[in-house]
Structures are given as C-alpha cells and as structure tokens.
Nanobody, 125 residues
Framework: QVQFVESGGGLVQPGGSLRLSCAAS????????IGWVRQAPGKEREGVVC????????IYADSVKGRFTISRDNAKGTMYLQMDSLKPEDTAVYYC??????????????????WGQGTQVTVSS
C-alpha cells in the first residue's frame, strides 16, 4: 500500500525558512515523479513544484521560483521541500504527491495519483 507521511510544517515569521519532509512507504520512490502542492483557505489546490524521476529535472511555479527547492533522497525514500524567504501568501496546507511517470506534466496537481496527508504552513508575524 502506497503511503506518505509528512512532517515539518509550522508557524514561521515572514522571511523565515521551513523544511518539509515526506517519507514514502509501500513503493520505491526512485521510479516516481514527485511534487508538492498547496491549498490556501478558500482556494483551490495549486501546484508548487514537480521533479521528474528520469533525470531529476524540476519545474517551479513562478510564485515560488528562487525561494523554494525540491529534493529527493531515493535511498531513504524521502522527498523534501526547502522553503526560504517565506511570505504570508505562502500560508497553506502543503501536500507531497507522486505519480508513476518518468516526466512531469507541468507542475499542476491534476497529474498525481498518490498524496500525503498534508501539513500546515503558516507565515505570520
């Protein structure tokens, strides 16, 4: 059974940093394209970043480009999202996600089949 366990969310001041982790179980992360998606209150889910399984290429939403960094440790079966220079508009529930494809189809949320439970990130002074 495919499962993800997320951790690392919390409350941070504007300009601060957080690192989200997402540990996979029940499958080998190596062969999956992965990503992060977020949902702010009253809004639809939006893609943040996608990393393909083939070469590790990434696609970022313009709103986070240069501030967020996705990474993966296939040996540990874990993906990460390093978030720097956080802004209040980054406040949302963040979900890790995966799909059994080689390549990303953009960075949108509709491409994924497997999801983490979500972790709350709040950016506020």
């Amino acid at each position: 059974q495919v499962q993800f366990v997320e951790s690392g969310g919390g409350l941070v001041q504007p300009g601060g940093s957080l690192r989200l982790s997402c540990a996979a179980s029940g499958f080998t992360l190596d062969y999956f394209t992965i990503g992060w998606v977020r949902q702010a209150p009253g809004k639809e889910r939006e893609g943040v970043v996608c990393m393909n399984s083939r070469f590790g290429s990434t696609i970022y939403a313009d709103s986070v480009k240069g501030r967020f960094t996705i990474s993966r440790d296939n040996a540990k079966g874990t993906m990460y999202l390093q978030m720097d220079s956080l802004k209040p508009e980054d406040t949302a529930v963040y979900y890790c996600a995966a799909v059994g494809n080689y390549y990303c189809s953009g960075y949108g949320p509709q491409q994924y089949d497997y999801w983490g439970q979500g972790t709350q990130v709040t950016v506020s002074s």
